[in-house]
């Protein structure tokens, strides 16, 4: 699933690929927020750990899981026709 991180007193957000279910990271925000965790820990799809500070977080958006599509020309070979008229 994407996770989207807005950081208070940062230019750009965190955005990251989750193999974490929706309703889980859902409860690591609220648990972040409520203050029963100093870090908002998520982990992305890759195994790599996103910390960030509980008092620094501006948003959390959680989206659809990024589809990854076949690479069109896979799909369909080129096809080279020739007419004469």
């Given amino acids: 699933m994407e996770v989207k991180i807005g950081v ?3 230019p750009r957000e965190i955005v990251l690929e989750s193999g974490q279910s ?3 990271v859902e ?3 609220a648990d972040a927020l409520a203050g029963k ?3 908002l ?3 992305d799809e890759h195994g790599r750990k996103v910390l960030v ?3 620094r977080l501006a948003y959390v958006e959680l ?3 990024e ?3 076949p690479h069109v020309s896979s799909l369909h070979p080129t096809l080279h026709t020739h007419s004469k008229v």
Avoid: F
């Fill in 8 to 10: 208070q007193h940062a």
């Fill in 22 to 24: 929706a309703e889980e």
């Fill in 27 to 29: 409860r690591i925000v």
């Fill in 37 to 39: 965790a100093q870090l």
């Fill in 41 to 43: 820990t998520l982990v």
């Fill in 53 to 55: 500070p509980a008092e």
């Fill in 63 to 65: 989206g659809e899981p």
């Fill in 67 to 69: 589809r990854r599509h």
